[in-house]
């Protein structure tokens, strides 16, 4: 007798992904087997990316897939998937292994792009990832101790090559004015004075600018946000300049359209596209962002049996944790409707909220019509990021997870282990 086993194959281990793969198994149906495969062994939380260039422990922005699928049949695969044919209903990955699939969920995410600005990709600091977060934080600090270790030597013994390093360690430049640049803007405006102080260095001299191509911060948000925003910024000693496009970068100088930074230290936020796969595939339409075209139900025109979500999607709130996540329990519904010969219905977008701390204990938060602002904002950005734990991990381990998370942030930045 042929086996009614049906192999749903959920590419990435992001938001969308993971959920994706915890509602599937929640409905328990009898003949349904899924498979994860994702090039990390890990889910990274992108929110709280800022914290750990500042010195958070990156363990506390990862949850392991171990953890997460835990007791569950959901099979983990690790492995790079560089090859989609939607024909033949296979996928391949680097190793050269090859699955077989009925069901394919991408969730493949995005990808910095430097929109191929001259130098930015070999001299400038993403921030995508935990290695990106890493990577930062580790020139910081290399920064800071240099200029301390400078400082002792005798004045008279300083070569010119040296002294012009120490002015440009001072400043630090962020491309990007959305909800990424803004959040580290805040959160670097403190930490490099902790730093300074650390390593007895004048925290006044300490420079940091936040160039943005538009007309305001926070271009997708309602304006009296970017404006609450843009306040909050230059309390913390933040410049900001708009309307400037990056030309190019050198070494120790990034080019604007009309002006030029000396810096060693430029943080590119101001470019993501969709994962490159996407387009690499045959049989998938992209709009002018790269993102693939899917229709009422997220799938591909003429494609039944697979569904693009998150951010490769091309829908209206793409590029949104919320959204991918709402994407992929809507996506388990409809596939076990699908195998259980239920009535489909097509995917409702709905705006997503937003809260964008700016510095310790501040957060600017959108619900709706709803606006707050300061300490309440902030408490109401942590709930989120609980509520969000606790979906994903049992309770006992969601709330250890937090209790740590605040623990080691309340922690000076000398304290903090990885």
Partial sequence: MESLTRKVIIVGGGFGGVRTALDLKKKSHPDLEVLLVSDKPYLEYHPSLYRV????PYSRVRLPLEQIFSGTRVKVIEERINQLDLENKTITGVSGSRYEYDFLVLALGSQTTFFEIPGLSQLSFPLKTISDA??????LRELFRTRRESIEEDVEDIEEEEDVQRI?????????GGETGTELAGQ???YTKDLAKMNEIDPSQITIDLIDSGTRVLKRLPENISRKVHRRL??????????????????????LKDMTLKTLTVVWAAGVQPNDLYARTKGLSLDERKR??????LQPGGLQDIFV?????STPYSGTAQNAISQGRYVADIIFRSISGKTLF??????????????????????GRLRLYGRLGWWLRELATFRFFISMLPPGKAWAFMIKRQRDFSLPPRDRGT
């Fill in 346 to 367: 097509p995917f409702v977008h709905k705006e997503p909220a937003h809260a964008i701390p700016v510095g310790p204990k501040w957060a600017a938060v959108k619900i």
């Fill in 292 to 297: 693939v075209l899917v229709d009422e139900f």
């Fill in 53 to 56: 260039v500042s010195g958070e």
């Fill in 234 to 255: 230059r309390l913390l000693d933040v410049n900001i300049f708009l309307n400037r496009r990056v030309v190019r970068e050198e070494i120790r100088n990034i080019y």
């Fill in 188 to 190: 670097l405006a403190v």
């Fill in 309 to 313: 979500i998150g951010d490769g999607g």
């Fill in 134 to 139: 890493l990577r930062l934080n580790t020139h």
């Fill in 168 to 176: 440009h360690s001072k400043h630090i430049v962020i491309i990007g």
